[in-house]
Nanobody, 118 residues
């Protein structure tokens, strides 16, 4: 499985951005998908996740209410809508795929840079 993330950029605080991650392969619909981020000098952290059936989504407390994860299994794509961006959201954002039996994220995209200026 290959993951290709896109949509990052430079925005001002309060703006919105939408990230996309396209997956190769025909088994995307069976994967749980997640977004993670890594800021300079910090460890990679969980941002959001959505399960394979789109019945559940999960968010880090720091983004809850501002970010929304969604997926379109017909397009092999997972999205991260980011609203009310803050400078502390600045990071490289990675998408990741967790195949059955859903024990860990086995596949990672290359990352897309999000920079939020104050």
């Amino acid at each position: 499985v290959q993951l290709q993330a896109s949509g990052g950029g430079l925005v001002q605080a309060g703006d919105s951005l939408s990230l996309s991650c396209v997956a190769s392969g025909r088994t995307f619909s069976s994967y749980s998908m997640g977004w993670f981020r890594q800021a300079p000098g910090k460890e990679r952290e969980f941002v959001a996740a959505i399960n394979w059936s789109v019945s559940s989504s999960y968010y880090a407390d720091s983004v809850k209410g501002r970010f929304t994860i969604s997926r379109d299994n017909a397009k092999n794509t997972v999205y991260l809508q980011m609203n009310s961006l803050k400078p502390e959201d600045t990071a490289v954002y990675y998408c990741a795929a967790k195949p059955p039996p859903y024990s860990r994220y086995n596949y990672w995209g290359q990352g897309t840079q999000v920079t939020v200026s104050s």
